[in-house]
Each structure stands twice: as C-alpha cells, then as structure tokens.
C-alpha cells in the first residue's frame, strides 16, 4: 500500500499551466494514465494507440517522450526496441514499483523547476485533449462487478423483501457476479436501448419489447495489474499489489428485464448490453492521500474471515472518493439548461474494501489477469440524495424526479445523457479528479 511521499506535495506546479488551476481534475499530482490516439482524423494512421498521462488539459505522450531521450537512460533496457507503451505492458512486465518510477520520471520533466531544455523539449509532447480519440487504457479480458455497497443493497433488498432485505451471505461474502468484457465502451459512447423480456402484467406471458425501466449505476472500477498464476489465491495483505489504478463505471441497467430474469442466476441480458467507463486510470499511488479506514461495521456484525481480515486493510483500505452523477435530457438541451445533479455519495460507504474484494474473487485460486476489470457496484449512502441509481432515488418508480425542464424521470428516457464525475479532496493536499463517465441513451432499432 503506497504512503504519502514527495509526489502529492501540494506546493508542487507544473509549465503546463492548466494544471495548476485548483479546480482541474489533473494537476502534477495525479497523472492518470489513457491509451488515445493523437490524430484521429488521420484515416490512413495504423498505428496503435499510445500511453499517456493527464496533465491539466493536456495529454503529455510518454512513448514519444521517452523515444526522444525525456527520461534519460533510466528506462533504456527496459523498453529497448519497444513500439508499444502500454499500461498493459508496464502492469504485467514490472509491478508497482516500475510504475511508480515513471509516474516520478514524467511528474520531474513536467514540473515547473525542470531544466529549461527538458521544458523545451517536453512541450512537443503534448496533445490537447480535445485533439485526441481517447480509448479504453486497457484490453480488457475479463469484467467482475461487485455489490459492495451495504446501503444500495438494503435498499433494493428491502423494495422485494421488506421483512429480510439482505440475504444471510451477505456481510461475510463480497457478493459478485461475471459481466460482459466485449460490451465495455469509453465515456462519450452512445448506449442504444435493449430489447429484452418483459414480464410486468403477471397474468400474461412475457413479451419482447424494447427495455422500459432503463437505469444507470454509480460505480468505482479498477484494473488489475499483476496476474497471480492459476490455483494460486492472493493474500489480502499484497491486494493492492495486484491493483494498476482505479476508475469510474456506470453499469447500464435495463431494471424490468432483470426483474424477470434475474433468479435464480443473478444479473445476465439486463446488464451485458453495455458498461461504460471514464478514459483516466488514476494510480494507487495518487489516491494516497485519500486513504480511510474500512467501513465501520455495526457491533452486531461479523468481523471479516480471516482470508479477508487484515489490520493494515482494516486501517487503510477504504477510499475517500466523492462520486456525483447528473442528467441532461434532449429538452434541457435544447432550452440549453445544464446537467442537472441527481445524487452525491462516497466510496467510504462500500461496506467491503477493493483489496477484500480482490483477494475473495482470487481466493479459491481464480487466475486474475493484467487488464481485467472490477467493479465495486452502485455506490451509495444513508440519505436519499447518495443514492446511486435511479431504482433506489424513485423507489422503483413510485417517486419520481423533477428535472429544471419541468420534466420528470421514473427511468431513464431516450435522448437522456448520465453524467458521472469524481474526485478527492482533503485538507493540506491538492484536489484529484477522474474526468468524466457519460453516455447517452439512443433509441431502440
């Protein structure tokens, strides 16, 4: 688990002026990594996408950089006759330690006191943001999202079991399931409306239509970055070892397709049609200073199994990491309103930490591997304003919404675009951001 260091000294500023704006998601002490394309518009450029770090609203490309001789000779043997710099690479080839070294190494040639030649040189390296195809930072093999959240799962537990809302299993098992890798897309991705079966009149046989109750979730992502080899488990006190860096997810929910659909198996066509994910993998190491103990559980509640109990974890595990999601619909585009906030809440609440997560999904010897994503599920807190879906905030529709536009929402409409963003802040450290998640609702074919 990474410590407090000279990298999220908050004096630290950056040439790039952009990043010392103290509302930016992406000052020189953050650098999250992308995968983009710098020419998108170039039809005849084959070549694949290339590595790069955050920095304001600039994209600095690190293989360019350390092509040219940015890093000096420190990386020469590592990367020697390399074409592709990827995060996949990095992960999978040399661990944390080598990533935390090229965090440093791009954070000393973008920082203002860098030697004038370095700064002259370094600036050919930058790409706008806007000039960019940013793509998913990794290849993805494998999806597993979570249900980790204590709130989200009373609530939806107690709108069908309002006698037993949470099921026995649930505080001593992070509850997961299998999703869909092939539907993952970037943020900015439009999400066509599935068809499924619908089973609303119980009286009558289900019917194909397209999905009526579509909803978003307000999700944490992260990547693994170092496999552990088949029958292998990973011990929860090196959990984080195995982590590259986290992200923001919205898990597309068609809800009236699940309902019928979803026992006794769990979760299938009512979530596979799409997952979208924000473009910037924030680091371990960024998230440093932003570290909380693990959910505080009531006195009556079992303490974690001892394959998921560690003090470390228990002291530092959770994250203190701001989530809000809003809305813009067509008609607020049009009357040129702007997003409208739906709900607030903070990965604090998630009743089981990433690494607990990680460590129970490889504990019976799975093979995790470089680039597989997981997900901690709908994020949510105690108060009606932290809920993060649209099930829990109109309480399967009973209590709608009012939008500015005088419009409502039950579910989410075609021409509806979901909005989710994230950040840290705390006292005596710079604020932190992970860019955008959003998508927009197409019709269905």
């Not at 799975?366 to 009606?384: F, Y």
Request: aromatic share 10%; charged share 25%; hydrophobic share 35%.
């Amino acid at each position: 688990m990474y410590e407090i260091n000279e990298t999220h000294d908050p004096n630290l500023r950056s040439w790039v002026e952009s990043a010392n704006d103290p509302n930016t998601d992406f000052p020189i002490q953050n650098l999250p990594f992308c995968l983009f394309r710098p020419d998108p518009e170039d039809e005849y450029d084959f070549r694949p996408p290339q590595m790069g770090v955050a920095i304001g609203d600039q994209i600095f490309d690190l293989l360019s950089a350390h092509l040219n001789g940015l890093f000096g000779r420190r990386f020469d043997d590592i990367f020697v006759g390399l074409d592709e710099f990827s995060p996949d690479f990095i992960a999978s080839m040399f661990g944390p330690e080598p990533l935390s070294d090229l965090r440093t190494e791009a954070m000393n040639v973008l920082n203002v006191n860098a030697p004038r030649s370095i700064i002259a040189n370094a600036k050919k390296y930058l790409v706008p943001m806007g000039g960019v195809e940013l793509e998913l930072p990794f290849l993805i093999g494998d999806y597993t999202d979570f249900y980790c959240s204590i709130y989200h799962a009373t609530n939806v537990g107690s709108m069908f079991r309002p006698d037993n809302p949470l099921m026995p299993n649930y505080k001593y098992v992070p509850i997961g399931y299998h999703g869909r890798a092939s539907s993952i897309v970037i943020s900015g991705t439009d999400i066509k409306r599935p068809h499924g079966q619908n089973r609303s009149d119980a009286e009558k046989p289900p019917v194909f239509i397209p999905a009526r109750n579509l909803d978003y979730e307000m999700e944490l992502g992260f990547f693994v970055g170092r496999e552990n080899e088949l029958g292998t488990p990973i011990n929860i006190r090196d959990a984080e070892d195995h982590i590259f860096g986290v992200c923001l997810v919205n898990d597309w929910s068609a809800r009236d397709i699940q309902a019928w659909e979803y026992q006794p198996l769990g979760p299938f066509l009512a979530k596979n049609f799409a997952t979208t994910i924000s473009p910037y993998v924030v680091t371990m190491e960024a998230l440093a200073p932003f570290r909380t103990p693990a959910f505080e559980r009531d006195a009556a509640d079992p303490q974690p199994l001892d394959h998921l109990n560690d003090e470390q974890n228990q002291k530092f595990g959770g994250l203190d990491i701001n989530l809000e999601v809003y809305i813009q619909t067509e008609r607020m585009r049009q009357q040129n309103i702007e997003p409208h906030l739906l709900s607030r809440s903070n990965t604090k609440d998630l009743y089981w930490t990433i690494g607990q997560m990680l460590t129970h999904h490889a504990s019976n010897g799975c093979n995790l591997q470089t680039g597989d994503l997981m997900a901690t599920g709908t994020v949510s807190g105690k108060e009606k304003n932290e809920r993060g879906c649209l099930l829990e905030m109109t309480w399967r529709g009973t209590e709608p919404i009012d939008l500015p536009s005088g419009e409502q929402r039950r579910f989410l409409e075609d021409g509806d675009e979901i909005i989710m963003k994230g950040y840290c802040e705390r006292e005596g450290f710079r604020r932190i951001g992970f860019g955008e998640c959003r998508g927009r609702v197409l019709p269905a074919d």
